[in-house]
């Protein structure tokens, strides 16, 4: 069975971090791009970023690219998105997600993924 959990989430300050991390399972992780995503009430699941499947290239939703950093550990099935500078409009539940079928690109719509964790809160305090 296919498993993506994600952990790390909470409440955190404006201007504060967290590190999202997300534990996957039943795959064969190194072949996968792995995601984030993340949805706010009444808003539409968000592109955050993507990694390929060695690690070596990423890509950023433009707002973020600057505050946010995706990595894997393929050795451990572990994708991870480290938040800086986290402010008000980054509240909201953020989902990892495996890419559909076997990749070696990199993907930012959410149809290309076919995996998604159940998702955990981040909550910005001002």
């Known amino acids: 069975q296919v498993q993506l959990v994600e952990s790390g989430g909470g409440l955190v300050q404006a201007g504060g971090s967290l590190r999202l991390s997300c534990a996957a399972s039943g795959l064969t992780f190194s072949s996968y791009t792995m995601g984030w995503f993340r949805q706010a009430p009444g808003k539409e699941r968000e592109f955050v970023a993507c990694i390929n499947w060695s690690g070596a290239s990423t890509y950023y939703a433009d707002s973020m690219k600057e505050r946010f950093t995706i990595s894997r550990d393929n050795a451990k099935n572990m994708v991870y998105l480290q938040m800086n500078s986290l402010n008000l409009e980054d509240a909201a539940v953020y989902y990892c997600?495996?890419?559909?079928?076997?990749?070696?690109?990199?993907?930012?719509?959410?149809?290309?993924?076919?995996?998604w964790g159940q998702g955990t809160q981040v909550t910005v305090s001002s």
């Open positions: 997600a495996a890419s559909r079928y076997y990749s070696r690109f990199l993907h930012i719509a959410p149809s290309d993924y076919g995996t």
